[in-house]
Nanobody, 117 residues
Framework: VQLQASGGGLVQAGGSLRLSCAASGRTYTYAMGWFRQAPGKEREFVAAITLTGDITFYTDSVKGRFTISKDNAKNTVYLQMNSLKPEDTAVYYC????????????WGQGTLVTVSS
């Protein structure tokens, strides 16, 4: 599976961005997720969605502000980010899991999100 993330950019605090992750390849994928890594920090989980059943998970800091969704026809997963805060600044990565959300097997390149105060 190849993953192509896009949609990052510079936005003011309170603004919105939508990230996209397009998947290609024939490997079955159970779930897809978004992670982020801020400067000087470890990579952290942001959100995930199962590709059947639409089960979603979010880290607490983004609940109510971010929404993960998918378009199976386009093999694309989205992360709608609203009410952005400077602490959301990070490189965002999409990832795909073959069997369980506890382990992600494929990773895309990152897309930088910068939120100015």
């Amino acid at each position: 599976v190849q993953l192509q993330a896009s949609g990052g950019g510079l936005v003011q605090a309170g603004g919105s961005l939508r990230l996209s992750c397009a998947a290609s390849g024939r490997t079955y994928t159970y779930a897809m997720g978004w992670f982020r890594q801020a400067p000087g920090k470890e990579r952290e989980f942001v959100a995930a969605i199962t590709l059947t059943g639409d089960i979603t998970f979010y880290t607490d800091s983004v609940k109510g502000r971010f929404t993960i969704s998918k378009d199976n026809a386009k093999n694309t997963v989205y992360l709608q980010m609203n009410s952005l805060k400077p602490e959301d600044t990070a490189v965002y990565y999409c990832a795909a899991a073959k069997a369980t959300m506890r382990k992600y097997d494929y990773w895309g390149q990152g897309t930088l999100v910068t939120v100015s105060s």
